[in-house]
């Protein structure tokens, strides 16, 4: 089955081995770039990524799912770790709707390491 449209999976490429084994290549995430739309949220205790991608994704079906979204967009200091919590007064980096949807899953954002 090919990974969802809009999943963190579907940046990658599946390969199969001898065995016929389904391996998944690496990705490259979709770094912060300096968009005039961008906004940033002050971290409070409590906050998660899927709650905030819930809030600023919205608009979106499943818009909790996109939290990878707002963990590879950060500058200098990408969230590697999801399940950590977020570090209250942290500034983080939120790519805007327009960015997610027409940039970062458009074919401008589905690149690999080659």
Known sequence: MPPRVGSRHSFTFGVRDDAGVLHLTEREPYRFHAHTDNRTHVVVQ???LWDLAGRYFASLPRACGFW????DYQPDDPIIDPTLTLEPGRTLFIPSLRVLTDVILGEAGRRTRG
């Open 46 to 48: 409590g906050d998660t």
């Open 68 to 71: 990878w979204a707002i963990a």
